[in-house]
């Protein structure tokens, strides 16, 4: 039986850190948020429903401005709850098809930011959640993607409290140290049930 390993995390823990050292490994990582980016590509039918719904204020299906998306649904749950009626049933499709593809492969890894919220952990046979500190979250989508402290205190805000997550989780990766002791984190996580190394 394939393993099929649902990564999530909240917003900026480090579930792109943790998704490229199990690619290092060799295991396949399919990646809701390139999934979602992609459906929302100049042009397609969802870009089209955006760019229709909100107007000028997101630019033209043709050139989304997403961080005008991003800085409209972050702040109005129910802009986000239209966004992500939208997009979650194309990022499911896509994964259906991608784990059709890779069938045989003996484990291929979900990451899956929105995991719960979306119902796609059905589609998992484990759950590994990457934590941090909420503090820690808050400096990172700062630094990272050039929000003000309010706006990614509205994103977080937007997600599952990490608690609910936790308490679903097969295992819990926690990325509030340095690298070494991520490593160690995911090997933990990566031994099978019957003891053998990843």
């Not at 809701?32 to 997101?58: E, I, W």
């Not at 890894?109 to 979306?118: C, H, K, S």
Request: proline residues 4%; glycine residues 8%.
């Amino acid at each position: 039986m394939q393993r099929r390993i649902g990564l999530t995390g909240g917003i900026a823990s480090g579930k792109s850190s943790v998704g490229r050292l199990l690619e290092a490994r060799g295991w396949p990582v399919l990646d809701a948020d390139q999934y979602a980016r992609d459906a929302l590509a100049p042009n397609t039918a969802a870009s089209q429903a955006v760019a229709h719904h909100f107007g000028a204020a997101v630019g033209t299906a043709a050139d989304l401005d997403r961080k005008a998306l991003g800085r409209i649904v972050f702040s109005d749950p129910d802009q986000r709850r239209w966004l992500e009626a939208l997009i979650h049933p194309v990022v499911r499709e896509r994964f259906q098809h991608e784990l059709a593809e890779l069938r045989d492969e003996p484990v291929v890894v979900l990451m899956i930011p929105l995991l719960f919220e979306a119902g796609l952990d059905v589609l998992c046979s484990e759950i590994w959640l990457v934590d941090c500190t909420p503090k820690q979250q808050l400096e990172r989508m700062i630094q990272r993607d050039g929000l003000t402290k309010n706006e990614a205190q509205n994103r977080l805000q937007a997600q599952w409290p990490i608690a609910r997550k936790r308490d679903r989780a097969d295992c819990v990766i926690d990325n509030s140290g340095g690298v070494n002791d991520l490593l160690a984190a995911v090997s933990r996580c990566g031994l099978r049930a019957d003891g053998t190394t990843w």
